[in-house]
Each structure stands twice: as C-alpha cells, then as structure tokens.
C-alpha cells in the first residue's frame, strides 16, 4: 500500500519511520530491496545524478517525470523532496505541489530557507505559503513542514531552539503534517520540540550523528538520510573506477 494513509502512520514518535533517501528509480529498487516501509527522494541527490545541481535547478517537468518512474517501479509510499515549491508565491507554489501529489506522490518536504537566496522567509510569509498549499492538496497529502534555522545559524542553542518551536506550532496550526529540522541532533534538543511542536519530528541522519536508538528514545518519528548516501556511493564508484582504471 502506497497511500497517504498507510505513510502518515509510520511516523511514530520513538519508533521512526527510517527514509534513505532516494534519487531515480534504480536506487529505489535497491532501497525497497532492503525493506524499506516508505521511500523518499532527497533534492540534492536528485540534481547531482541528474546533473543539474541542487536549489530549483532541476526543471519541474523532470521532478515529476522522475516521481512518476520511481513509483513505476516500486510499491512503496513516495515523498518528494521539493525544496520551496519552486514558487514563492503561495499561490504559485500550491498549484506545483497540487501537480506533485497528481504523480502518485503521497507527501513532499516544503523548506523555509529562499532557495537561491539569503536567510529564511519570515514566518507569516511561510504560514501564508503552507496554507495554500494545504487548500491546494487537500487533508491527504504529507506536508513536511522544514525550517532552516538550524543549518542558517551556527548558534544552535536554547534561543534558537524556541524560534524552532515558534515555527513549528505556527506549521502545525497553518496545516502541515510534520515537522522537519536538518542538522537538529541533540537529544535534549529534540526533546524540548518533541514536547512543545504537535508534529510527528523528522531529523537528517549524518556522519558523526546519534545513533537512531538515541533519537527515538527522544521521541523522533522520522530519520531521513539526505544526500549521503549518494555521496558515499558515488565515492566508491570513484575508488572503484580508479582501481579498474590505474
């Protein structure tokens, strides 16, 4: 089953749902192979192995197409990674990610930072972007509401976490279905926002990170992966190839 329903229930505060992230149809392959429960692209890789690049670079028709094929060749629930919606109009960016869920696609990861710009926009610009998007989509559609303040700001202390907080309740009242903070990865940290944010907490897993058991004993409901895997496997095809090679 591949529904909004069956993906939405795996987000489960201490027992995380676990997205290694994906980028064409082939890797999905591989990912449901190993049991994945759901599966999710991630942008970065996405434009790497298209050759694109990352921020809005990758042409919508493409994010589509490629949504399209991977769940062509798998049965699992499919989140997109869509960065801003390829909009900052919220208007705009409703009618995108309305095309997005017409793929089959049953959620999409919605970021606050300007892509392509500086900083993050301000919150009511974003509450206003997200609720378009909900009137867009309907109540069937995962919106994983992201806020940049983690990666924008190497401060990351109490302060910052309570602007993390006021955003994620204002995502939660403006209609977003979860709740996403890359680079969060204290435990008492998560802890804090797992209490105060009604959003299921997803976090990006990275070199030198807690161990998932950590994070889910701090109430994490879901572990995204980002754009290592790709690296790591495009750094063996690289050792690889220059062993054949040399």
Known sequence: MRDFTTFAALHVPGDPVVLYNIWDP?????????GAKALATGSHPVGDASGYGDAHQVPLDYVFDNARRILAAVDLP??????????????????NVAELKATGAVGCNFEDQVVGGEGIHPLDKQVERIRAIRVAVGDDFFINARTDLFIKNEARDDALVDEVIERGKAFADAGASGFFVPRL???AQIERIVRAVPLPLNVIAFPGA?????WAAAG????SHGPFPHRALMSTLTDMARAAIG
């Not at 997109?80 to 900052?88: L, M, Q, S």
């Open 26 to 34: 082939g890797s999905a392959i591989a990912v449901a192979a190993a």
């Open 220 to 223: 994490v409901a879901r572990i």
């Open 185 to 187: 990865s204290d435990p």
């Open 78 to 95: 499919l989140s997109v990674d869509f960065e801003g919606a390829y909009a900052t109009d919220p208007v705009e960016a409703g009618v």
């Open 210 to 214: 807690p161990d998932k058991k950590i």
